[in-house]
């Protein structure tokens, strides 16, 4: 391999045609100049430039390998630069996963801080259920995700709760409690209920059915849907009622109406929270900005865990 250290030499010297003024250049001596291009040429295979007393002049190899040297020697400065930037995580790329209310209200003025600051890094958004989510983040595959509490310990990640909020009720506008600003739990003993599936997010199910507990009864699930915007239509459709998180609501649909419920039930219990997750091992620079980003968003109480089974 030819260095790069004669390769800059050679270009040097081709500016110049003029062996003195390229040392001065290159604040060398002239000798030690002179023998780093007979080694060039050495190692090419061909002689690069024509010489006297009077004049250099580049040769038709010399004309053709300055091209291929200012090619290379621009390719090296350009990737030294780059994995500068990837270093310091102005550059790079970042995979981020999330459930579908994650980006009805909290994750847009994150992203889009996020691309205003850094526009030379590469996102890769993905939606996906929580369950579906830790499989990606522990296998690499995700870099951060936007969740809900698991419900049961998993290793190698970290969980930091950045949102909390109500669970509201969703409703046909038929419905009997349509009109009603807050609905009794235990009043809806009878209803047919839509939920997600406990395989896709163990704690979001179980706490909604714990709450029906807390009611008095375990609800009726009749429908499961892994988005909760399948679970406003289908309630809508008339299919059933649905315990959901307040954020579903941020968005005005027909046919639903979403209202505060009434159970006795310890007051976490009473909302739900959006957790980041990611893996517990060193992390990049670029997540190192995001995460920066997302802390700016936060209010100044934090709750961090390490395999939370909430």
């Not at 081709?14 to 001065?24: K, M, T, V």
């Not at 020697?73 to 999330?98: D, M, Q, T, Y």
Request: proline share 5%; aromatic share 6%.
């Amino acid at each position: 391999m030819i260095e790069t250290r004669l390769l800059r030499q050679f270009v040097v010297v081709a500016e110049e045609l003029h062996f003195s003024r390229a040392a001065n250049r290159l604040n060398m001596a002239q000798p030690p100049l002179s023998q780093a291009i007979k080694r060039l040429e050495e190692e090419v295979g061909a002689r690069l430039f024509e010489r006297d007393n009077r004049n250099v002049t580049l040769t038709g190899a010399g004309h053709d390998f300055l091209v291929t040297a200012r090619k290379l020697l621009g390719e090296l400065e350009e990737g030294v630069e780059n994995a500068r930037r990837i270093a310091s995580g102005v550059a790079g790329r970042l995979s981020v996963s999330f459930i579908d209310t994650a980006h009805l209200e909290f994750l847009p003025p994150i992203l889009r801080s996020f691309r205003q600051a850094f526009p030379d890094v590469e996102l890769d958004l993905r939606e996906g259920t929580t369950a579906q989510q830790i499989e990606l983040l522990q296998s690499g595959e995700m870099d951060v995700g936007f969740m809900r509490w698991p419900g049961t310990p998993v290793t190698g990640l970290v969980f930091q709760r950045v949102q909390s909020e109500p669970v509201l009720v969703a409703l046909p506008t038929g419905h009997t409690h349509a009109a009603a600003p807050q609905v009794p739990l235990a009043a809806l003993a009878d209803e047919n209920f839509i939920a997600s599936p406990r395989s896709e997010g163990l704690g979001f199910h179980d706490q909604m059915v714990g709450l029906c507990r807390s009611a008095g009864y375990s609800p009726r699930i009749v429908q499961f849907a892994n988005q909760m915007q399948t679970i406003a239509s289908l309630v809508a459709a008339g299919i059933g009622v649905a315990l959901v998180p307040g954020s579903l609501a941020a968005i005005r649909r027909d046919n639903v109406v979403f209202r505060s419920i009434e159970v006795d039930a310890p007051e976490h219990e009473l909302h739900i929270d959006l957790v980041l997750c990611r893996r517990a091992e060193k992390r990049g620079a670029v997540l190192d900005r995001f995460l920066d980003v997302v802390g700016s968003a936060l209010a100044p109480s934090r709750d961090v865990s390490s395999g939370s089974d909430r």
